[in-house]
Each structure stands twice: as C-alpha cells, then as structure tokens.
C-alpha cells in the first residue's frame, strides 16, 4: 500500500522518548526530560527584533529559493570571517534547518546502493536519510578508545568502491567528540585522489569547551572542493523553532540541483527568519552565544563530574555541543531497556544509545537548568543503585 522508500524509514528514537515523556507528564508524572536538543535559552533580543521589524516592513512574500542576497552574502560573510572559507554566494543554498539540508544532499547525490560513511555514535537521522534515498549506511564502530571519533586505518578498511559519501559531525551529537585540526588532516590524507565526498555538520561549532574549531573544508584545496558544509543557527543561536539551516559547496552543480529540488518541495524557507537571521550571522549577538556556551560549559563539568562518581556508569568528557553519552554496560546491556524503565521507574527521559548506532550508553542533554539536571542525575543514581 505504503512506498518502500516510506517503510524503510524508522522514527525518530529522540522524538520518541520525547512523546514518551509528554504522554506520562499528561497523565500527571513528575517527568524531568533531557532527551530534546534544544537550548533552553531564549532568542537573542537582536535576532527578534530583526524579525520584528520584517514583519513590520511586511517582508512576507516568497523569496528566492536558496534565499535573499543579503542573508547569502551573510553567511558569505560568516564564513570567512569564522572559518577562513572563501564561497561565492551562488554556491550557497539556506533551507528548513540542517535537516533538509541534508535531505536535499544525498537526495541529489546517492543513488540505488552508493554506501555512505557514518561514524558512530552518529545523530539518528543520518542513516534513516541514507536509506529513504537508496543509499547503504556503513557504520564505523568508535568508542571511548579513541574519544569516540574514527581513525585514519578505521577509514581506509570502511572505504570500497561503492563508497559515495563520508559523513563527519564535529561536534558531535551525542558524545560531544571534537575533530582537532591534525585527526581532519590525516583523514583527508585518506580521501586524496578518490571521489569520495564530505559531507561535514557543523552544527554545534560556537558549542566548543575544549580545543579549537576547526571546519573541515579549511584542511586543504582538496577538502574544500569535496566538502558540503552543513551549518545553521537553531543549537548556537537559541533558534530550533525558526527553522534555519545552510550548505556550502564549491560544486555550483551541485548547489543548482539542491535549488532545483527544494524549488519543487518547500520552495524557500519562512521569510521572516531569513531577516532574523542576517544579525546572528554577522556577529551581532555573539555576546549572547558566549553567554550561552559558558553556561552550558559549567553545566558539563557538572554532569562528568557527577556521572562519573556514580558507581556503574561512566563518560567521557564531551569538549563540545550539549550532550554528554553515558556508559551503562556494567550495569543494563540493552539501552532501550535501561532508558524506558528509567523513565517508568523515576520520571527521567534519556536517549537510548542504540538510537545512535551505540548499545549500552544513553544520551543524556545538558541543555536546562542546572537545579533540573542535579534532581535528573539524584533520580539516575537512585535507579541505577536499586538495579545493581
């Protein structure tokens, strides 16, 4: 009755979880949930009042697909400026947050059986869209050996002919992992006279604790031509419900046929967050995003501090974004188990890791207040106490 394409699709364990814990909360549960990535910091004032004002003008009309010329020349702007990327803006394409940038990719790069690279622990939706278009996920097994990112050798024995894509997130969603400059240069050394591509989300790159950012496409003149940059502003700048998200690419084929596709589904994005948008691209509220990373950097330190004083569990320090993976093997093997009894049992919502392609962790967002996350960790360490 259904499409194949449409039943090979999985729902989102994150939203999942999600439902989960509103479901209980409605039926009067005393739920503290950690499982949504999203800040709990309100939009930056500058970002509102450019809206505002869009509003005012009556800037409501359809615009260009990839969007209007000051928001491209804007990220144009971001990116050299941040990242030392020089992009035309016709090698630019803004879309419905990262999620559609993504979808408008592969839907334009894989075809019937290309393999697609994905290091895991990986964010949920990456394999789901590798396979809603055909394409075959290969996972990379990385652990806390090797601070949850692969390795050059890791790289070569995943590669075969039929590899297409290698999909790179630095930060990490779940784990926090962080590619210094030296671990993309030896992965690039990989790539070198292959037609591979790379597709890198940066999404968390302002979320950064320890160590320096580095964007891939800045490693070499190869990089930069095999790289798509997928960015946005919904995780650094405190605007998941504006739907913002970007690629950049050298390849203007590439960009035209992304322009095509998302001419013939959404067409452009909202109009009003394309005028919000232009201040947070130009630095305007960059205060505000230091603000927010300082207090996500105080609540990290909590969270490792005290999830590694509890008996059973154990983590590795997340130097970016706002999650911290937890390990729970010595204690409950299954994740989904662990996750959904915790959740019954003590009205806490975590990720299960196998939603991320890793058994035996759980994703725990440091995304809300620090009194909410002490209470959350005293409800962990309660249940984890009572099932050991």
Request: proline share 4%.
């Amino acid at each position: 009755m259904f499409s194949k394409r449409i039943e090979k699709l999985s729902p989102s364990l994150t939203i999942a979880i999600s439902q989960k814990a509103r479901e209980l909360k409605a039926q009067g549960k005393d739920v503290l949930a950690f499982s949504a990535g999203e800040p709990d910091f309100d939009t930056p004032e500058v970002i509102k009042k450019a809206a505002i004002k869009a509003i005012e003008e009556g800037f409501t009309k359809y615009t260009a697909v990839a969007g209007i010329p000051e928001l491209l020349e804007a990220i144009k702007t971001k990116l050299k400026r941040d990242n030392d990327l020089e992009y035309e803006t016709d090698e630019i394409v803004v879309s419905n947050g990262a999620k559609q940038s993504l979808f408008n990719i592969f839907a334009c790069l894989i075809d019937e059986g290309d393999e697609v690279i994905i290091p895991a622990p990986y964010w949920v939706t990456y394999p789901e869209l590798v396979k809603y278009h055909g394409g075959v996920p290969v996972s990379i097994e990385t652990d806390e050996s090797t601070g949850f990112k692969i390795t050059p050798e890791m790289l070569k024995q995943a590669v075969t002919p039929k590899t297409k894509i290698l999909l790179l997130t630095s930060p990490s969603n779940p784990t926090g992992a962080v590619y210094t400059k030296e671990e993309l240069k030896a992965l690039a050394d990989v790539l070198k006279d292959t037609n591979i591509w790379v597709v890198s989300d940066e999404m968390y790159e302002k979320l950064i604790y320890d160590g320096k950012f580095t964007a891939t496409a800045s490693i070499n003149e190869d990089m930069l031509k095999r790289t798509i940059t997928v960015n946005g502003l919904s995780k650094s700048h405190a605007m998941t419900g504006w739907r913002f998200g970007y690629c950049a690419s050298k390849n203007k084929e590439l960009v035209k046929n992304m322009i095509k596709l998302q001419s013939q589904s959404t067409s452009n994005i909202n109009s009003i967050t394309q005028k919000a948008a232009i201040p947070a691209l130009l630095g305007e509220a960059d205060a505000d995003v230091e603000m927010m990373r300082k207090e996500f950097e105080k609540r990290r330190d909590y969270v490792y501090e005290a999830f590694n004083k509890i008996p059973g569990l154990s983590a590795a320090k997340p130097a970016g974004a706002f999650y911290i993976f937890v390990n729970h093997k010595e204690i409950m093997p299954e994740s989904m188990n662990f996750a959904l009894t915790l959740l019954e049992d003590k009205g806490v919502a975590v990720v299960p890791g196998i939603g991320f392609g890793s058994e035996g962790y759980f994703r725990f967002s440091f995304a809300t207040d620090i009194e909410t996350i002490k209470e959350g960790i005293k409800r962990i360490e309660e249940f984890v106490k009572a099932i050991s």
